[in-house]
């Protein structure tokens, strides 16, 4: 069960998170918790200003963060506990006292500082969580995600090494679990194999540790419970008229998280595949809401479309070269050095003379084109999003692209990608542009009288 930040907000958030893991035991939980609501942007925050030289005033901008553990603490543990989480407190303030002091002076490597600082939020959270859960009666025990998680040393996005991963996980917790006890790890965190430093698995990273933990365990089933009723037919945030969508293939749920449905971490899915356990994600201020399980299952619906996916803040490059006619070898040049700079490519498309790639992340950006200008002409548009529709039997099913370029015919379509996976449309539109087209889409598709009778006639 892994609840994520906005589980776990306040004090009432806490005792709901309680209430659930307590419904669970007959189950055998093992509980994976974000830091609390905003405490990692909080952190990164501090650490940008103590990289500045401001680590004290870095420190003190952390102290609200510090209180709202406290005052959870003191409204749902018994005193003694409550203090015992008191001196918990005060040796994180300790400790990212000295890692930002060090970041100010930059006396080790800032990344590896970083992760750090940055996984203070889920220790604290999921020491508390064991806490409350031990308050309520339960048999928690806080486990070490650290110990559990075990990573290369590409800190700020470590990758899991899977067998480390399996052995160190199943060596502490099943223990604990055969001793009916409940373990409360910090999703996020890890820490590399080679030097044994704490690293973190990227923003959003906790639904990934759920994933890895849940596959580890052979799991019955890996559960995220988030703020809202499962895996929405669009962003709610960008589109009123959501619905939950029931069931969700692993390629379908891997495609949505990848493409911009923040509700998932992309790298989620991937351990569960492999040890096939279900995927079920669920609301935790309203448990008794709908929610969506992802399995194998690759069931098409009568509307095919099951969800529209975006991600702003997207760019593309652009890459010719009168060389690429008849040439071979010039893609891999192109993609050595996306490469090089350990830089992820979205969408790629290609004409006789050309390549377009997009990428969301531009850290690395400057050095790219540096080296693509040595092999070809490059030109760079930024402020774009992807618009990702996913369903399965979407590639073989006629109609779908001219209904979807019909509907926003008035918006300019700069890329367009289809094939390469069975179940995705995507294709990249201003940014300025995204959220219209997303909503216009979304009406053609689920809230039109068309898609309705489709809908009915299905069953769905
Ligand atoms: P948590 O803190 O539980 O990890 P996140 O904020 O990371 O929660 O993810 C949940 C949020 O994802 C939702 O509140 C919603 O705004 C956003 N979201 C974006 N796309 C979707 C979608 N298709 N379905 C559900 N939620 C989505
Ligand atoms: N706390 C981390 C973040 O905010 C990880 C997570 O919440 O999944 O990115
Ligand atoms: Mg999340």
Same mark, same amino acid.
């Given at each position: 069960m892994k609840f994520g930040g906005t589980s776990v907000e306040d004090a009432r958030a806490?005792?709901?998170?309680a209430e659930l893991v307590s419904r669970h035991t007959a189950s055998r939980p093992v509980v994976v918790v974000s830091a609390m609501s905003r405490v990692t942007d909080a952190l990164l925050e501090a650490f940008e200003a103590a990289t500045r030289g401001e680590h004290e005033a870095a420190l003190r901008s952390?102290?609200?963060?510090?209180?709202?553990?406290v005052a959870i603490a003191r409204e749902l543990l018994t005193a003694e506990a409550a203090a015992e989480f008191g001196a918990t407190v005060e040796a994180a303030r300790r400790e990212l006292e000295g890692a930002l002091r060090e970041a100010s002076g930059q006396t080790r490597p800032l990344p590896l500082l970083q992760d750090s600082v940055v996984? &203070?939020?889920?220790?604290?959270s999921s020491q508390l969580l064991a806490a409350v859960l031990r308050a309520r009666g339960l048999k928690a025990s806080h486990a070490d995600a650290r110990r559990c998680v075990i990573t290369d040393d590409e800190h700020g996005r470590a990758t899991p090494l899977r067998?480390?991963?399996?052995?160190?996980?199943r060596e502490l917790l099943e223990p604990l679990i055969d001793e009916g006890g409940i373990p409360v790890l910090g999703g996020f965190i890890a820490s590399s194999a080679a030097t044994g430093e704490t690293t973190t698995l990227g923003r959003g990273g906790s639904d990934f540790t759920a994933g890895l933990v849940g596959a580890a365990l052979r799991a019955r089933e890996i559960q995220i419970w988030t703020d809202v009723p499962g895996v929405l037919t669009a962003d709610p945030r960008v589109v009123k008229d959501v619905r939950t969508i029931p069931r969700l293939s692993y390629a379908e749920a891997a495609e949505l998280a990848y493409f911009g449905a923040k509700v998932l971490h992309p790298k989620t899915i991937l351990p569960a595949v492999v040890?096939?356990? /279900?995927?079920?994600? &669920?609301?935790?201020?309203? /448990?008794?809401? /709908?929610d969506t399980v992802v399995y194998f299952d690759a069931e098409m619906t009568p509307r095919t479309v099951k969800a529209i996916a975006h991600k702003t803040g997207v760019s593309i490059v652009h890459v010719t070269s009168a060389r690429m006619l008849g040439e071979y070898g010039f893609l891999r040049a192109i993609f050595e050095v996306f490469e090089r700079h350990r830089t992820a490519v979205d969408i790629v498309t290609t004409s006789e003379v050309s390549v377009s790639l997009s990428l969301e992340d531009t850290s690395a950006l400057g050095p790219i084109i540096e080296d693509l200008s040595r092999i070809a002409a490059v030109k760079v548009e930024s402020e774009r999003a992807i618009v990702c529709i996913v369903g399965e039997g979407l590639r073989s099913t006629p109609g779908i692209a001219g209904r979807v370029f019909s509907t926003i015919k008035d918006i300019n379509v700069l890329l367009i990608s289809q094939g390469a996976s069975t179940v995705n449309l995507t294709f990249v539109v201003e940014e300025r542009h995204a959220a219209e087209a997303v909503r216009r889409l979304h009406e053609a598709f689920f809230e039109c009288a068309t898609a309705e009778l489709l809908a009915q006639i299905g069953g769905h």
């Open positions: 806490f005792g709901r998170v952390l102290e609200v963060h510090f209180e709202r553990h996984s &203070c939020g889920e220790q604290l067998e480390e991963t399996e052995r160190h996980t040890r096939n356990v /279900p995927v079920r994600i &669920c609301n935790s201020r309203a /448990p008794a809401s /709908p």
